[in-house]
């Protein structure tokens, strides 16, 4: 994944925001609902805890859309 840094804050932000409505995951980002809305409000290791999570989030939700097919 590709983070981008904006006004300082990293965000795993790829400009595909659309929130799948079982997980309540953005299918751009992987991350929550919740997440996005205080992200600016997050501490550093608060955002970096989440960030590592994310790939393992993605991974898991191909693979539920997967066997749903």
Excluded: A, F, H
């Excluded at 965000?11 to 925001?17: E, T």
């Excluded at 992200?39 to 859309?65: D, H, P, Q």
């Amino acid at each position: 994944m590709v983070y981008k840094n904006t006004s300082d804050i990293k965000s795993p932000c790829v400009d595909i925001c659309k929130v799948d409505s079982q997980t309540r995951l953005c299918i751009g980002c992987y991350r929550s609902i919740d997440e996005i809305s205080v992200w600016k409000s997050l501490s550093e290791s608060e955002i970096e805890n989440i960030i590592s999570e994310l790939e393992s989030r993605k991974n898991e939700y191909i693979t539920k859309t997967i066997r749903k097919n």
